[in-house]
């Protein structure tokens, strides 16, 4: 119940295409989703973050889609570029708790120029 | 306003050594917590601590870890008697409140390499 399971593990895409990583969860004490990006040999940084109340928020290229009933939320990243190749992390914000995060496995993208 | 701050970036230790990593959250940051990453895994959680205050230790190995979050100065989570399974990427992470809102910025980690 306290997992965050991510797919794909690992994706290429060709520039100017659109990426789609996706995220389900089992736990509906989660109340905060967000995406984190993370280069090699950098800690993670923030990407954009949704909570369940809605159904999508998009900053930029970044598009979050979150479907509360099916309980998995997607990044889409639009218009993918050579500097978007890194690593993503989706995660969750645990309210039954200390509102730790609980992150998915990661999904390593290249985007090919 | 500089970001999470984390010292060292690299520590390289033998076993049966002690690691000291260092954490200073952001400027008005009360609120840091602690993640291990494995190589080519996501970030578990480890220690949730406030000033003075450890909060949840849930994620932390029961031996040999601890954490700190002292008044003055920076968190620190220390290794006793390192083994190379501890060899790992180390984040920590602060936010200005905790709850609901604790949107949390990550410093740069420490990568413990473990001899």
């Known amino acids: 119940q306290q997992q965050v399971k991510q797919s794909p593990q690992s994706l290429i895409v060709q520039k100017g295409g659109i990426s789609i990583i996706n995220c389900a969860y089992e736990?509906?004490?989660?109340?905060?989703f967000p995406w984190y990006q993370q280069f090699p040999g950098k800690g993670p940084a923030l990407l954009i973050a949704?909570?369940?109340?809605?159904s999508e928020k998009k900053e930029g290229r970044f598009t979050i889609s979150f479907n509360k009933s099916a309980k998995q939320f997607s990044l889409h990243i639009m218009d993918s570029q050579p500097g978007d190749s890194a690593t993503y992390f989706c995660?969750?914000?645990?309210?039954?708790?200390?509102?730790?995060?609980?992150f998915g496995t990661g999904t390593r993208l290249k985007v090919l120029a | 306003n500089a970001g999470v701050m984390q010292n060292p970036r690299h520590l390289v230790r033998r076993r049966g050594q002690e690691a000291r990593l260092r954490c200073s959250p952001m400027k008005g940051h009360s609120h840091v917590y602690w993640y291990r990453q494995l190589p080519e895994e996501g970030l578990k959680f480890m220690v949730y601590l406030q000033k003075e205050n450890i909060i949840d230790e849930s994620g932390m190995p029961k031996e040999r870890f601890s954490a700190e979050f002292p008044k003055e100065g920076p968190s620190i989570l220390r290794i006793q008697q390192v083994v190379r399974g501890d060899s790992a990427a180390y984040f920590c992470?602060?936010?200005?409140?905790?709850?609901?809102?604790?949107?949390?910025?990550f410093g740069p980690g420490t990568r413990l390499t473990v001899l």
């Open positions: 736990n509906t004490a989660f109340d905060y």
């Open positions: 995660a969750a914000n645990d309210r039954s708790g200390t509102y730790k995060y609980i």
């Open positions: 992470a602060s936010s200005p409140v905790g709850g609901a809102n604790n949107e949390q910025f």
């Open positions: 949704i909570r369940p109340d809605v």
